[in-house]
């Protein structure tokens, strides 16, 4: 098998279509109730990512690893409803209202994601 380690591209050699990073030009100020609701609900999914961590060193019976596995996964879906709702109902809403109608095709590519 051959090795298929990953090599950093300079970005002077990276391609031109490769998709932009998480720190890509692309920014949203949150206000303060919003942005405290998305830590928060961060915060909880990072504690429970750390219990099944303490659990799988504790040597627990899988089937309560996997119940706590499923939670955090409801919670992640928790959060990416939440912030989906808050992007559809400013962003989307803002850049329609702008004339800016390639975000809906740019939403939809991000609903496909999601759903996969």
Same mark, same amino acid.
């Given at each position: 098998?051959?090795?298929?380690?990953?090599? #950093?591209?300079? @970005? @002077? /050699? +990276?391609? #031109?279509? /490769? !998709?932009?990073?998480?720190? @890509?030009?692309? $920014?949203? $100020?949150? /206000? +303060?109730? /919003?942005?405290? &609701?998305?830590?928060?609900?961060?915060?909880?999914?990072?504690?429970?990512?750390?219990?099944?961590?303490?659990?799988?060193?504790?040597? @627990?019976?899988? !089937?309560?690893?996997? !119940?706590?596995?499923? #939670?955090?996964?409801? +919670?992640?879906? +928790?959060? &990416?409803?939440?912030? =989906? &709702?808050? $992007?559809? $109902? &400013?962003?989307?809403?803002?850049?329609?209202?702008?004339?800016?109608?390639?975000?809906?095709?740019?939403? =939809?590519?991000?609903?496909?994601? =999601?759903?996969?």
């Amino acid at each position: 098998m051959e090795d298929q380690t990953l090599q #950093a591209v300079p @970005a @002077a /050699e +990276a391609p #031109a279509e /490769e !998709t932009p990073g998480p720190c @890509a030009c692309r $920014h949203k $100020h949150r /206000e +303060a109730p /919003e942005y405290d &609701s998305l830590i928060r609900r961060l915060n909880r999914i990072e504690g429970q990512v750390r219990g099944v961590r303490g659990m799988v060193e504790k040597e @627990a019976y899988c !089937t309560d690893i996997l !119940t706590q596995v499923s #939670a955090i996964q409801s +919670a992640l879906n +928790a959060f &990416s409803r939440e912030l =989906l &709702s808050n $992007h559809i $109902h &400013s962003c989307v809403v803002q850049d329609i209202q702008n004339g800016h109608l390639e975000v809906v095709d740019d939403l =939809l590519v991000t609903i496909q994601k =999601l759903m996969k």
